[in-house]
């Protein structure tokens, strides 16, 4: 099992908690604090995922449950074409790494600062911290995917930075502890979920299109 390299240092500090303050506290501090190390670890798990090769089908961003399916709604600020939006909430116990939804080119990351409401609210993408990237696929279709944080995470973390062409399934961040994605989609893009599906990220196909370009052939990543 791989981890996120993120994980690290947040593993530290209950792992060296445990060795320095059990020998003096005793067995249930030492304990309680490698549990509390394990489940943290736990958190940064980044498994393997085979990606779909269907070529119009768009992948999960991220593992969880859909919560919300929105058609013909209110565009992103990115791209005014984008009137679809599919809702993914992560709890605490899902993997928190997220991935590339189809193949393109980043055009626009913007990262707002907010509140850290609970992220399976209707209004969590107006109110907290998120972060927003507009893909552009090879033939032209704009994605726009939003990293959103909850009330138990106080960071978002995005690997990529503009005009960098990436492949779909590929890892592009993770938002600690308990968050959200949103996607949003143009017309021409088919919601291939229902609300209360549960997606996984990179291997769940969420959305088909006639996208050239849109993946690659089925392969882990």
Known sequence: MKFAREGIVATAVPAVAALVLGPMLG?????????????????????????????????????????????????????????TRISIFMSPLDVHINRIP??????????????FAAAYRADASEINESNSLLLRTPGGVPIVVVQIAGWLARRIICHVRPQARVSRGERFGLIMFGSRLDVFLPPQVRPAVRVGDRVRAGASVIALAAVEGGGDESRKA
Request: overall charge negative; cysteine-free.
């Open 102 to 115: 189809t193949a393109g080119t980043v055009e626009q990351i913007e990262h707002k600062p907010g509140r």
């Open 27 to 83: 067995e249930a501090v030492f304990i309680g604090l490698a549990l509390v190390a394990l489940a943290v670890l736990l958190f940064f798990r980044d498994p393997e995922r085979v990606i779909p090769s269907d070529p119009s089908a768009l992948v999960s961003p991220a593992d969880g449950r859909v919560i919300a399916v929105e058609e013909n709604g209110k565009p992103h600020r990115f791209a005014a074409e984008t009137t």
